[in-house]
């Protein structure tokens, strides 16, 4: 660290140059290394060389900055980040055992992972200490906001500019938020926040720890993309009330928080029920449903979860899996036939272990919407809350002695 002093202006200046550094850097990884300067020099040395340029900028040029929480702490902060890695591959490896697992796409060689090694840590030691200098420099009066403008900013970096003119229908744009973007703004908001209370090495042992694996791991898990979703959108919040949590049981001093802190999280966390709710409720154009049957089996079994995507019956294909109304019920069939009766279209279903088809065909205002994917076996819970005797528990272990 430079021992002179840095003058008032100057002083003021640093986070816009750090600012503008990151963002030149984004430009530059987007538009010129991607397009113009790619292949082994352009993503192993360029691309490494200017991650590792910022870090030291910020490092060596940049003036201190002490983090938020205390410093007898920070190595219990590098634990829980750790452990919070951890709890990441655990959940991701029970996706695995739901949905399958596969091949790592990434080079496994000694050299590949030399090289991979340098590409990740040059990136993350660029991207975490510029994260802590940024939010306990600039934010240091105003935490909350800190955490939730840097993450919001940070996530950009997880997902290229040119993805975002890919998105070309509503089920590209809800995969890309579940996929994407929601899970990046979920892991910035518990980096950012290690970042405020320990500096930069508690955000770089949890990105760290989860990258390794990621990269380095010769099987990885192969979820779909709502299982993901789910996933990688929650248990890095899990993570973050578990850090909050116990920090403040280390640092016996929970009236310390503050009345405005207290509202806010219980406001991030309204809102965040709210959106939940409304999900499962269907308030948006892609909903759950729980499937208590098994006339479509083997496709679906009884305690699956189906996402269901409402479209017009218009859209509506044979082969289909469809949700559609009927009495006080919603049944899930796919579409055999489309038929024309009484001048209007009608669509034929069957369970696929159903012996017969539907006895009355499904007219277009029955049509809920079309089945998009299949999440194993999380509606049991449901299932057995809405039992009214043992039935639920019966099929559950019916269906489990079928697979043993």
């Excluded at 695995?96 to 340098?118: A, C, Q, W």
Aim: glycine fraction near 8%; proline fraction near 5%; charged fraction near 15%.
């Amino acid at each position: 660290m430079l021992d002179y002093k840095y003058s008032t202006k100057l002083n003021q200046a640093f986070p816009v140059l750090l600012v503008a550094a990151i963002g030149i850097l984004y430009l530059t990884d987007n538009f010129i290394i991607g397009k113009w300067l790619g292949g082994f020099w352009g993503n192993y040395v360029v691309r490494p060389l200017l991650w590792a340029m910022l870090a030291v900028l910020v490092i060596r040029v940049f003036p201190g900055v002490r983090p938020a929480g205390k410093l007898r702490l920070r190595k219990f902060l590098c634990w829980m980040a750790f452990l919070c890695g951890a709890l990441a591959i655990i959940a991701s490896l029970a996706t695995g055992v739901l949905d399958g697992f596969g091949e790592s796409p990434y080079d496994l060689s000694p050299r590949g992972m030399l090289t991979n090694l340098i590409f990740l840590g040059t990136f993350v030691a660029g991207l975490e200490f510029s994260r802590a200098w940024l939010i306990t420099r600039v934010f240091r009066s105003n935490p909350t906001w800190g955490v939730a403008v840097v993450s919001l900013f940070f996530a950009l970096f997880w997902f290229p500019a040119s993805v975002l003119t890919t998105l070309t229908d509503n089920l590209e744009i809800a995969q890309f938020l579940g996929i994407t973007l929601f899970p990046a703004i979920s892991e910035n908001l518990l980096t950012s926040y290690l970042a405020l209370l320990g500096g930069a090495w508690p955000a770089i042992v949890y990105r760290g720890t989860w990258l390794a694996f990621e990269w380095f791991f010769p099987i990885l898990p192969d979820p779909g993309w709502v299982t993901k979703t789910l996933v990688a959108t929650f248990i890095p919040l899990v993570g973050l009330t578990l850090v909050r949590q116990y920090y403040l049981d280390e640092k016996k001093s929970r009236k310390e928080l503050t009345r405005e802190e207290n509202h806010q999280a219980s406001l991030i966390t309204g809102i965040a029920a709210i959106i939940i709710i409304w999900f499962c409720a269907g308030v948006f154009s892609i909903f759950p449903s729980v499937i208590v049957s098994g006339s479509m089996l083997p496709v679906i079994q009884i305690g699956d979860v189906v996402i269901v995507k409402k479209i017009p019956a218009e859209q509506v294909q044979v082969g289909d899996i469809i949700q559609f109304k009927t009495e006080n019920i919603r049944v899930a069939h796919r579409v055999i036939d489309i038929r024309e009766e009484n001048h209007q279209k009608v669509l034929i279903t069957k369970g696929d272990n159903n012996q017969a088809v539907d006895s009355d065909p499904v007219l277009p205002e029955q049509v809920v919407g079309r089945v998009v994917a299949i999440i194993p076996k999380i509606g049991w819970p449901s299932m057995i809350i809405h039992s009214a005797d043992l039935s639920a528990f019966k099929l559950l272990a019916e269906q489990i002695n079928g697979e043993l």
